[in-house]
């Protein structure tokens, strides 16, 4: 009861203070208010690039895993030279596995090649050519927007058909729907049996949309008669992943004929390995960034410290008025205590008020959004700050002497 | 038993290489409903003894009792306590807060003492009342007269019905008819059954009270009974509050 009223009594004097003295608690202020939205911005650009990254990698499929020759990221020099010589996945071992994988939701082997697309006089240069199978529709998620894809009967027999992305469908089809017409994919001619939606680009480099996908063994045939495999996994359950993964180890060795307690001649990836690489770097970035926002927030500390220090100083009679009447040390504490705070806080509304627009204009560029614990955070951190600078000079002021605080003039 | 009890008091400053005995080996009591003056010279010591018997200081050897606890021994909130509690201050500068009204002024103790909000503004307004002030609630010290801001300040004093009145120079920044209103007031405070100490240089005023105790250098020089002849007349209460 009795901390509440001196708390409340706390607010009123700082808020008081505050209104006494507008030009030094705007300056004061201002130290506080650059820390905060270099610290806010910060902190929102990180989360922005981490979310477009995770919306970008979310491509791969969380519950899909890609089984290929080697590691998607090789860490060493010694892990290339142990890799390099292993065979490639052939599509014997593709087919071998989808049989006797049967945990599986699909499989889907795949390959590609880069190559030039061309309709009538209009030509894409270089489009992402994809051999797989109809079971690629499952494993990775693609949406057809127009028509279908193609069947397992033209997978298996390697029909001249194709699907394809959206940007090639925009690039080469002016007027008219692509459906039933002839596209020439390198030298051959193809027919286009279905459009993708549109998919954005992966990690901002590379489009989504700019491939088209073929038969596997249309591609051996016109492209690249022995191909590096990438066999696609979609698992039946997202939980049971690790499990899967086993099973798809277990299967894969049997394939590639390992002996027991041979090393693994192939390698499982998953979406995650893109993610833990990421959140390795951005959290040096982060914690580099964040140190020298910090910084700046560091200063402005020092700025309300100054600021408090003078108000005790200011206030030393008032402290002794204070302290007669019964104020315990504690009441004085808080007082002061409060006014910091009460500095820094405003700052930090102020600051989220400053950095808010700046982060509407950021999300032109990249997914940047000002998420509701960023702006906790920042007012708990200016919160903190507050506190923090606001202590030393609090307890000089709560340990100040009454007689010799009421003498000050 | 006497509500202020001092036994063998001693009160020695240390400034730089010198060594200062504001009080010297001083032993007094006061009862309950006393009007006590105290005298003497400045660096008579009787600041010092003030500031111990209000519990803003401690002394450096010898008790103090004060309504029977011994107070001598007692740390920084515990004597905060004992302030908000027991002892009420009328200072020479009034030391009210100017950025506060008289009301926030006057309800300072009563926060302090973690009364709640409609309650402590009842009393406040209560005390304001009765230094006849009723109407000058809402006013900040600078909007209010010396004589007005002196009463503010005993209102705060009284406010959480202290044991001791405790008035440092009272009329010091006050002209004598304002003084005399003040003293007017204490006159009948006293008569209400309050302790009231005074601290004074001026004869004038210290005969308003029913004893004046005398220091010099440190020690009590004297100590002596007013028969009422010879004591001030107040001034008539017709005038007192709320001129």
């Known amino acids: ?409 | 038993m006497p509500l202020i009890r001092l036994e063998n008091l001693s009160r020695i400053y240390q400034m730089g290489a010198e060594t200062i005995h504001a009080l010297r080996d001083t032993s007094l009591s006061v009862e309950r409903g006393e009007y006590v003056a105290m005298m003497g010279p400045s660096g008579s010591g009787k600041s010092t003894l003030m500031n111990v018997i209000g519990c803003l200081d401690t002394p450096t050897s010898g008790r103090y009792f004060l309504n029977g606890t011994d107070v001598s021994e007692m740390d920084d909130n515990q004597l905060a306590e004992v302030r908000n509690k027991e002892i009420g201050f009328v200072f020479q500068t009034f030391n009210l807060l100017s950025r506060a009204s008289a009301l926030r002024n006057v309800e300072l103790p009563l926060i302090y003492a973690g009364i709640d909000a409609t309650e402590r503004r009842q009393i406040a307004l209560e005390a304001l009342a009765s230094v006849g002030l009723a109407d000058r609630v809402q006013h900040k010290p600078n909007e209010l007269s010396g004589g007005q801001r002196q009463r503010v300040a005993v209102a705060r004093a009284l406010v959480n019905k202290p044991s001791i009145l405790l008035a440092d120079e009272p009329t010091g920044n006050l002209d004598t008819k304002t003084g005399d209103e003040i003293m007017a007031l204490f006159e009948i405070l006293a008569q209400r059954g309050n302790t009231i100490l005074l601290v004074t240089h001026e004869e004038d005023i210290a005969r308003h009270a029913r004893r004046i105790i005398r220091l010099r250098d440190g020690c009590v020089a004297g100590d002596e009974q007013m028969p009422p002849g010879e004591r001030r007349r107040p001034a008539p209460p017709t005038t007192a509050p709320g001129a």
């Open chain 1, 1 to 409: 009861m009795r901390f509440f009223s001196e708390l409340r009594e706390g607010l009123w004097i700082a808020w008081d203070a505050v209104r006494a003295n507008k030009m030094r608690s705007i300056l004061a202020t201002l130290g506080i208010v650059i820390g905060v939205v270099t610290v806010t911005l910060m902190g929102t650009a990180i989360d922005g690039l981490k979310r477009a990254f995770v919306k970008s990698v979310s491509a791969l499929g969380a519950d899909v895993l890609y089984v290929t020759r080697r590691d998607w990221f090789l860490h060493t020099y010694q892990d290339w030279m142990k890799t390099r010589n292993r065979r490639r996945i052939t599509l014997e071992d593709a087919r071998l596995f989808t049989r006797l994988c049967n945990s599986a939701r699909a499989v889907a082997p795949m390959a590609d090649v880069g190559a030039p697309v061309k309709y009538k006089s209009r030509e894409s240069s270089e489009v992402r050519v994809v051999g797989t199978t109809e079971e690629f529709q499952y494993t990775s998620g693609i949406n057809v927007a127009l028509g279908r894809f193609f069947s397992p009967g033209e997978a298996e027999g390697g029909r001249p058909v194709c699907v394809i992305g959206a940007a090639v469908a925009t690039n080469l089809f002016t007027q008219g729907s692509p459906l039933g017409e002839q596209i020439r994919i390198g030298s051959g001619a193809y027919e286009v049996v279905g459009v993708l939606e549109s998919q954005g680009s992966f990690l901002g480099m590379m489009s989504l949309d700019n491939q088209v996908f073929i038969p596997l063994q249309r591609l051996m045939q016109d492209f690249w008669n022995t191909p590096n495999l990438t066999i696609q996994v979609k698992v039946r359950d997202i939980e049971n992943i690790e499990d899967a993964k086993e099973e798809v180890r277990g299967v894969m060795r049997r394939v590639r004929h390992v002996a027991p307690g041979d090393p693994d001649d192939f390698a499982i990836n998953q979406q995650e390995q893109f993610l833990t690489m990421f959140n390795r770097v951005v959290g040096v970035i982060a914690s580099i960034g964040l140190f020298i926002t910090g910084l700046s927030l560091f200063v402005g500390g020092i700025g309300v410290m100054n600021i408090m220090f003078v108000s005790v100083a200011e206030r030393t009679r008032e402290i002794g008025i204070r302290k007669a009447i019964g104020a315990k040390r504690r009441a004085i504490l808080l007082q002061f205590l409060i006014e910091a705070a009460t500095i820094c806080l405003l700052g930090g509304v102020i600051a989220l008020g400053i950095a808010y627009p700046i982060t509407l204009a950021m999300e032109q560029f990249f997914p940047a959004k000002l998420s509701l614990p960023v702006a906790g955070l920042a007012l708990g951190v200016s919160l903190l700050t507050g506190v923090v600078a606001g202590f030393v000079p609090a307890w000089r002021a709560a340990r100040m002497n009454p007689v010799d605080a009421l003498r000050n003039e």
